[in-house]
């Protein structure tokens, strides 16, 4: 109990003292804009990202009750989650792109670098689901063929 306090206590500390480096770092300006930042963020996850993630493990999902794709629905899902988070981590530097004070600081293409990760994402993951789909198919053709074994 003595040290879940003490966790506790070190946490709320280091938690005041990051603030108190905000409110050090910021203008006043800025820290009004922050938590308008900050709330068009959380407002953007839920009315957004949330019901998209969920419609689309939702379709997934459906698609995988078919007759054997429970087999390759880990190569769709993975795709799918890569290609999410390639994007969410490339939003700022796409929306960035050669504006503010520095120019040079963002100087590629990200645009065009961020579309040749996506299409290599997507033609690994097809590549995994064909060859997923293709080797299980074969199994189970030989299976009912009653060549098992070299009888």
């Known amino acids: 109990m003595k040290a879940r306090i003490a966790l506790g206590a070190v946490g709320v500390g280091l938690g005041l003292w990051g603030l108190w480096l905000l409110v050090d770092a910021l203008e006043v300006p800025a820290l009004i804009r922050l938590p308008i930042w900050l709330g068009g963020a959380v407002l953007a996850d839920d009315f957004f990202l949330v019901p998209l993630t969920v419609s689309i493990g939702w379709l997934v999902t459906r698609w995988s009750i078919g007759p054997d794709r429970h087999r390759t629905v880990g190569a769709v899902r993975t795709t799918l989650l890569y290609v ?13 792109q050669g504006k503010g004070v520095n120019p040079t600081v963002l100087p590629r293409d990200y645009l065009h670098d961020w579309l040749l990760l996506e299409a290599t994402i997507v033609v690994v993951g097809a590549v995994v689901f064909f060859v997923q789909r293709s080797r299980f198919t074969f199994r189970r053709s030989r299976a009912s063929s009653g060549d098992i074994g070299g009888r």
Do not use: K
Request: net charge positive.
């Open 84 to 96: 999410g988070l390639t994007t969410l981590i490339a939003i700022p530097l796409l929306l960035r």
